[in-house]
């Protein structure tokens, strides 16, 4: 397959896989406020708006740097067979090293969410484009 055929594959998983990590995000941002709320803390929204607006926060901001950056590099290391572990997890990682200067506390979680997204877009490529 050349470049363009296995990009526009890889563009869907990423687009997928970055929802899932975002849906997954959102739950546990949830859960953490629900825990504080029963804790007694006083909350300025609901936790069940907390999932929705940190769901939508990470699609908006995670959908430029994966879908314009992260997959066709991806697509690049999968079309000369250098698409590894750990090129993958670099890859993941690269957008909370971008975000380190101007933003520490949301350093861990932009690594984490493009590790996931990374990850889960190697297995997925893997599985489903040859």
């Keep these: 397959m050349n470049y363009f055929n296995i990009l526009w594959r890889v563009e869907l998983i990423v687009i997928f896989t ?5 849906f997954l995000t959102g739950t546990f941002a ?22 929705w607006i940190v769901t939508i926060y990470a699609i908006m901001f995670g959908l430029f740097p ?25 890859l993941g990682v ?22 996931v997204v990374a990850i889960s877009t190697h297995v997925l490529s893997k599985r489903f484009i040859t």
């Design 18 to 22: 970055l929802v899932f990590d975002a």
């Design 66 to 90: 994966a879908a314009l950056l992260g997959a066709p590099i991806y697509t690049w290391l999968k079309s000369i067979n250098r698409a590894s572990w750990t090129n993958v997890l670099g």
């Design 94 to 115: 690269l957008p909370g090293i971008v975000v380190l200067p101007f933003e520490r506390e949301l350093t861990i979680w932009v690594m984490l969410c493009g590790c």
């Design 30 to 51: 949830f859960i953490q406020s629900a825990w504080w709320a029963t804790n007694g803390q006083t909350l300025v929204i609901e936790p069940t708006d907390v999932l």
